[in-house]
């Protein structure tokens, strides 16, 4: 972890210094971060894909998000290249502007600052109104065509039996079915990139163009598939196309983790890298670890111990929130 950005561990106190908000004043640095647009260099695997999702999210736009990954993704986009964006959450909140992580999509700090506190199954009617520009979600299966389950592994068993009973769809299918277009974010496996899905939880392209239309669906299905290895759009066949890999990771690596005859982009690149100040703005979301690296921190200490953690890094924000 550098010593030059601002982390979890970082001594100074929570508001900022005279000379973080003189440099808080260029676009994309709130935090001041001396030379933020520079790559970080010492950014971790989860920081990168929580990034490149956040670039999913344009300004001026609505998001759709959860908790975990997607929700790092969606307030790391508000407070830097997207001040426009409105974030969305199931349990019922448009325009708020969580201070970080939560454990529960019902937690009511995802309410602060919120434009609209209403239900879950109002947030779900927009959705279907096609109010929604963008989505991100998870899977343990997908297909070349973006069709994903998180429904259920049958493998040589059955439904009621299966070789594995996954989470379930939770807002997938909606989001998938309705928003303007969504990001699929999971890991690359060989068994996860499959050629047909176990069980369709959140239809993509289904089996053919023009499948979701004649089906009436209002989204545009899946635009981006994040993973461990890789960023994959989709050509306009509906088909899964490799843009990008991410570094010290080739072509003929990503190929051996998908079982199908993957399409590849003319011009396949690198995955953009994290900059300094997108690296120290996701450690001041995720004080405690929870999603950057997955620790039991906030098991592992008291209620007041954990509250002041999340209370100071949230005192960072705050100067962003008030400007």
Known sequence: MSEEIPTADD????GRSGSEREAATEPGNPLGVDRPHETAEDYTLTELLAVTAA??????????????MSLMSGVLAKYTHAPNCQLVTESGYIGSV????????????????ALVATDQCEIFTDNQRGAFDVGIIGAGQIDSRGNTNSTVVIGDQSY?????????????????????RTVVMMRQKRRAFTTDVDYTTAPGHLEYPGHREELGFVGNGPCAVITDMAVFGFDDDGEMLLESTH??????DVHDEVQWELRVADDVGTTREPTRAEVAMLRTIDPADVVLRGTDYVYEVGFEEWSETVLEHWRRLQPIQDE
């Open 55 to 68: 670039h999913e999210i344009a300004d001026h736009e609505t998001a759709f998000i959860g908790v975990g």
């Open 11 to 14: 001594p100074e106190q929570p």
């Open 247 to 252: 570094p010290d990771v080739s072509v003929d």
């Open 160 to 180: 009621d039996r299966p070789k594995v009973r996954l989470p379930g769809s939770g807002g997938s299918n909606d989001i998938m079915t309705s928003c303007g």
């Open 98 to 113: 969580p201070p970080g992580v939560v454990q529960s999509i019902s937690d009511s700090v995802l309410g602060v600052d």
